[in-house]
């Protein structure tokens, strides 16, 4: 556990972004899987972006732990700086992407018209567009924590 | 501090700026879709219209007449290339061997049909027919055959014969001896084939057999079906070449037809049938095993200038064959189930109905009899009735669900005798000849489904992608065709609903290099895999279970892929193996909510009452289900069963019905008089605001400054142009005919050069299967209308083909409403594409020409939703089709024309259709009710009328057509007089956004149009700057670092 001591308040960070991102694809394959209006209604490459987005998160926190100098070091730190930055931009991608696939269909569920709302309204629809406002919540929070941890270091400074 | 502090921060504003980057860029694209509702709420315009005559918002492909021409040419002879279906090819028949010679045989191979110009063909003078094309490919065609045809059996001459319509006499090609064009109202059909037995008192040379190299030679005999307006063939009505009687069916081939077919055996090594008909005919005797069998039969519809181009470079293999049949061919008609209730006849009670007290009409005696197909006697004609009882089991569904039902459910008596024509057990391989979507290729290939996505929302799409591999040695065009199974639960067995084993869904074409493969993707919207529910859920539902798709060569593959895939094998009774590859989508749960709104409006039940058994209170009708073939296979109802109007518990609404009174005119809510209210049809007041959106106000306000005279007049006189109205000063817009195209000459003044454009076969497009063809066609179509400066055309048949004998069968697309919906989809969107009104025939099953105007066709609502007007949904709610026709006849007890359920709650609400509605050709006042029209929505009454829109032009100032109609007698019925004026509003918007008004409209970018770019650029070079400070920051030694 010596390297879990050594993790800086932005390998947290890092790291709670990482766990956001894994709970974002959770929370999209539970919804798109369950009953109601967006069951089967699945967002391109929104899984293998949010994979990627976490195994970048953590690959970062990993990699910001090995002890090397020279220009080794240097190497290091420029593919651990790349990984802190493409992660939170796929996840903002995917929180993008998602939020242009649901507008139409949030607006029909909470915004229809008198006649049909209803029809529209029904338990299993509300569940589901719940679940697709957590699903951007979720991306929202990860990629946001990304990006406070790419402000950081993720290492311990030694004294 | 030292600089290499800075790194993290350098690389945290990368990360952020990337992020605004991507936000901006994603966020533009959803704004843009989103971008008249942020108009809306920020008050910012996004177009501005255009009025310079330069700026025409639809402008032809085509810089020249000549272009034109040409590009209608080529789509007519690609026609041909796509449309010809090789159903039969063995003994290497096909394609014809290079060097070899044929001999033709039968009138329509010198005369194919139809061989007079009218609506169906142009007529123009490079018109190429089968025999010039075979020429001109380097065919050797015998000629001494061929002379004796062409000089002593046919003898092309020409005869002054009336007019149809107008009575004047005209010039017509004419023949010694030729095929009936038309076919009658159910009269009986002469097949005038000269039988070969009457060669040589015709003046055959006697040597005529040995001219024939019979090792070298194939014969290719032409036969030929007509069809028409007003025409119905009559189930075993032929007659022989002699005029005798044989009690045949008239779309089998006759016993003199099959004497021709011995003719060439005799005489030729190989014999090759060409069908040329838009209804499906009955081929057992030259089919395998046939008693006349013959080595090939290929499908080449119905003929116009061109096609025989393209045909024949499939007959001589310049090109693969790929078209594929648009309907089953069957061994006897009478195993199709829709048979048993066609034709119709009269209730048992159907006088009660006549009267000679109806308020409208005093003094007026109004029978209840039936009428001719163009009207003429005083009668409701409202005693004839038919029911649908085969539901949605019309043509491949009825024939691949009974054989998958044979293998998998035979507990539901699927091999019962009941339906079976050829022998004691129902056997799918004895009663189809030829199932849906048959089509031979020359050049070996394989499909195969590779991916399937469905999008289960409102809007969403079934992507499948299917893969095409060539295996041959030869470049060329291939057809993937899919297909699904859905689910068949319990839920649908206690509730009716039916489901087909198997359901064709859309289908693409693509080139494929010789021994390589290619991809097509083929889409189609989801909500075709909902069935309607209409006795528990009343609405669309989609059932949990597997959904099944595949790509197959038709219906009947597709059908054993399935099977195979569930395991099912040859002992189980599969006639052939399969290993086509099937893909699942499963729904874990029944879904009866995605699909029960459309377009904001609740999807529920509109037309309970065309089912018999809501009028007649009990369980008249029996649908046929897979639940059990035997015993709800359909009876007769207009024989086995007395039907009476005085038994109903609902006799007075149901006789009120066939009155034709569904509507009572008030006296008590006086309308608005309509008068200037400062606005007009013209550029001034019609923006892009205007024109995007028929619930602008401008809309209501134009049209309520419309008299009453002028709103209920111009309506329910529709007429063959639409008439300037008072305070609107709307344009004249004229309406054209043609399925094949705008039938009005074009004469180019510069160059002397005139030309028709109605060159298109719809019969050979249907075969095509292929929707961008017809979007290709529909967009040709369109552009001739802009050539020609006509704007508005009844130009193409969406109707099902429910059976083979309806005379209209050659403007329509296919026995299958997904087929009929995809085609009928890139013909409107083509039309509407150049501005072009494209109106399709004729939405709500005009399923027979026979008394169409009156007769009275029940079903259940699943068959109401998903047959006839699905056929029409692709092309009216999918695309953007700006105009449709409604059927003559009834559905249930209501005029077609008068069916609110159909009209406004399916085709304005749910389909959110926004185009003109108009009636078929007013024949008869006490069948079309005015005031009834007004309230369905119709927008135009057909009529021949000009400059009448007034309903004061009868005797005494009152209706010239309707005697009870006047503006005293309206004006005190505001509904009636506001939704007149409604019509008028969808009139008026769909002539403003068609080549009409021809203005068009410039995006121009708003504030938040150029935040967003701003954002885009600032942030990108943000990120950019950002980035390569800390890569700088990073890389640097920390010494130098120190120094700087």
């Known amino acids: 556990m010596n390297i879990v001591k050594k993790f800086s308040v932005g390998a947290w960070i890092t790291l709670a972004a990482a766990v956001l991102a894994l709970a974002s694809v959770i929370v999209y394959a539970v919804n798109i899987g369950s009953a109601g209006y967006f069951q089967n209604a699945a967002v391109t490459n929104i899984i293998p972006l949010c994979a990627l987005a976490a195994a970048a998160l953590a690959a970062a926190v990993v990699l910001g732990q090995v002890k090397l100098s020279g220009p080794a070091f240097t190497a290091m730190e420029l593919v651990t700086g790349v990984l802190q930055v493409c992660a939170p931009v796929l996840l903002t991608l995917c929180l993008a992407s998602l939020a242009a696939a649901r507008a139409e269909g949030l607006g029909f569920i909470y915004f229809s018209n008198a006649d049909v709302i209803l029809e529209v309204q029904t338990p299993a629809n509300l569940a589901s567009a719940a679940g697709t406002i957590a699903n951007m919540a979720c991306l929202g929070a990860a990629a946001l924590a990304g990006i406070v941890g790419a402000f950081c270091g993720l290492r311990k400074k030694e004294r | 501090m030292r600089a290499k502090s800075f790194a993290p921060v350098m690389r945290g504003i990368a990360a952020v700026m990337a992020c605004v980057l991507v936000l901006s860029l994603v966020g533009a694209g959803v704004a843009d879709s989103f971008r008249t509702r942020i108009d809306d709420a920020l008050g910012t315009t996004s177009y501005v219209t255009s009025t310079d005559a330069d700026a025409a918002r639809f402008k032809s492909d085509y810089a020249t007449i000549d272009d ?100 004047e006499l005209e010039t017509q090609v004419a023949y010694d001896n030729i095929y009936v064009a038309a076919p009658g109202d159910m009269a009986e059909y002469q097949i005038v084939e000269v039988p070969p037995e009457k060669f040589g008192e015709m003046g055959a040379p006697a040597d005529w057999k040995s001219s024939i190299d019979k090792a070298n030679t194939t014969g290719i005999c032409v036969f030929a079906r007509g069809a028409g307006e007003g025409n119905t063939y009559a189930p075993g009505s032929a007659l022989d070449y002699e005029g005798n009687a044989t009690g045949k069916d008239p779309l089998a081939l006759s016993d003199d037809e099959l004497a021709v077919i011995d003719a060439a055996k005799e005489t030729c090594s190989k014999v090759v049938v060409l069908i040329n008909s838009g209804n499906t005919m009955v081929l057992k005797d030259i089919a395998k095993g046939g008693a006349h069998e013959v080595d090939g039969i290929a499908y080449i519809g119905v003929i116009n200038d061109y096609q025989c181009t393209g045909i ?98 035979p507990g539901s008596k699927a091999n019962s005798a009941k339906g079976a024509t050829q022998g004691s057990a129902w056997d799918y391989n004895a009663e189809v000849l030829y199932p849906f979507g048959h089509g031979l290729s020359y ?35 291939f057809l993937a065709q899919l297909y699904v199974q859905q689910p068949y639960t319990d839920y649908d067995r206690q509730n009716n609903v039916e489901k087909s084993a198997v359901m064709f869904l859309n289908s693409a074409k693509t080139q494929v290099k010789a021994g390589g493969t290619a991809q097509v993707t083929i889409t189609v919207p989801t909500k075709y895999l909902a069935s309607y529910d209409y006795t528990n859920a009343k609405t669309y539902i989609l059932d949990a279970g597997d959904y099944l798709f595949t790509a197959a060569p038709g219906s009947h593959a597709a059908v054993n892929n399935f099977l195979a895939h569930q395991g099912k094998t040859a002992s189980d009774g599969m006639d052939a193996q399969a290993d086509g590859a099937v893909l699942t989508w499963n729904l874990s749960s029944l879904d009866k909510d995605t699909f029960s709104v459309e377009n904001g409006t609740k999807v529920t039940n509109a037309a309970d009452d065309a089912d018999l058994n809501y009028w007649t209170g009990g369980n008249t009708v029996t649908y046929l289900s897979r639940q059990d073939w035997e015993g709800t296979y359909p009876i007769n109802y207009n024989a086995d069963v007395e039907v009476k109007l005085a038994d109903s518990p609902r006799k007075d609404e149901w006789i009120a019905q066939l009155r034709g009174q569904t509507y009572t005119i008030r006296t008590d809510s006086p309308a608005a008089e309509g008068g200037d209210k400062g606005v007009r049809f013209d550029t001034t007041h019609i923006q892009y605001d205007q024109l995007s959106d028929v619930n602008d106000p401008f809309w209501n306000t134009l049209v309520s400054g419309i008299t009453i005279d002028e709103a209920v007049g111009a ?58 063809l017809a979007y290709e066609w529909g967009r040709v179509e369109g552009n001739s209308g802009l050539w020609l400066q006509r704007y508005h055309l009844w130009g193409t048949g969406l109707t099902q083909r429910r059976t083979p004998y309806n005379g209209r069968n050659y403007e329509y697309i296919s026995e299958d409403p997904m087929l009929t919906n995809r085609m009928g989809c890139g013909i409107l969107q083509g039309c509407a594409d150049m501005g072009i009104l494209n109106g399709p025939k004729h939405m709500g099953f005009n399923d027979q020409e026979h008394n169409r105007g009156g007769v009275s066709a029940y079903m259940n609502e699943q068959k109401f939703r998903e047959t006839d007007l699905r056929g029409f949904q692709g092309g009216l709610e999918d695309a953007d089709g700006m105009a449709v026709m409604i059927a003559f006849n009834r559905i249930g007890a209501t005029n ?54 007034h309903i004061t032009l009868g005797e005494g100032g009152v209706d010239a057509t309707w005697e009870y109609i006047s503006p005293a007698a309206v004006e005190n019925d505001s509904a009636l007089v506001e939704q007149a004026r409604q019509n008028l509003k969808y009139q008026l918007y769909t002539y403003a956004n068609s080549a009409i008004m021809n203005v068009s409209t410039e995006k121009v970018a708003t504030w938040w149009d150029d935040a967003l770019r701003n954002a885009t650029y600032a942030s990108g070079a943000l990120a950019a700057v950002a980035a390569a400070a800390w890569v700088v920051l990073t890389v640097l030694p920390d010494k130098k670092k120190e120094e700087v």
């Open chain 2, 443 to 477: 050049l070996d290939y394989t499909q195969t489904l590779k991916s399937v996505d469905v999008d289960k929302t409102p809007e969403g799409n079934v992507t499948a992608v299917v893969e095409l591999k060539n295996n041959s040695g030869q470049d060329g065009c």
């Open chain 2, 715 to 772: 309506v329910i006189h529709g007429g063959s142009r639409s008439d300037v109205l008072t305070n609107v000063d709307n344009p004249i817009v004229i309406q054209n005919e043609g399925v094949s195209g705008f039938t009005a000459k074009y004469e180019d003044e510069a160059s002397g050069k005139s030309y028709r454009f109605n060159v298109h076969s719809q019969t050979l497009l249907a075969s095509s299967f292929n929707p961008e």
């Open chain 2, 896 to 949: 077609a024309s008068h069916h609110v359920g159909m009209l406004q709650r399916i085709l304005r609400d749910e389909w959110g259709y926004t185009g003109l509605i108009s009636t078929d050709m007013m024949n008869n006042k006490y069948y079309f009710n005015a005031e009834s029209m007004v309230m369905a929505g119709i927008t135009q009454v057909a009529d021949f009328g000009g400059d009448d829109n």
């Open chain 2, 68 to 167: 034109m021409i040409a590009a209608a040419k080529a789509l007519a002879v690609k026609e041909g290339e796509e449309g010809t279906v090789i159903m039969k090819n063995d003994n290497g028949a096909l394609p014809l061997a290079e060097g070899g010679s044929v001999a033709l045989f039968g009138l329509a191979a010198y005369a194919p049909y139809p061989y007079a110009s009218g609506d169906l063909k142009a007529g123009n003078e490079d018109a190429v027919d089968l025999l010039q094309a075979l020429t001109e490919a380097g065919v050797n065609v015998n000629e001494t055959v061929r002379d004796f045809y062409l000089n002593k059996v046919l003898n092309k001459h020409t005869e002054e014969v009336p007019n149809r319509w107008t009575g």
């Open chain 2, 312 to 409: 024949v470079r499939v007959l001589t293999g310049q090109v693969n064959a790929t078209g594929a049949l648009p309907d089953t061919y069957v061994a006897d008609n009478a195993s199709i189930p829709a048979v048993m209730n066609f034709g119709g006849g009269y209730y048992a009670d159907y006088e009660i109905v006549g009267r000679s007290d109806d308020p409208r009409y005093p003094g007026v005696d109004i029978a209840n009899t039936t009428a001719g197909s163009f009207g003429g006697s005083n009668t409701y004609n409202g005693g004839h009735f038919i029911v649908e009882a085969e539901g949605i089991y019309v043509g491949y569904k009825y024939f691949e669900t009974r054989y998958y039902d044979c293998v998998m459910n």
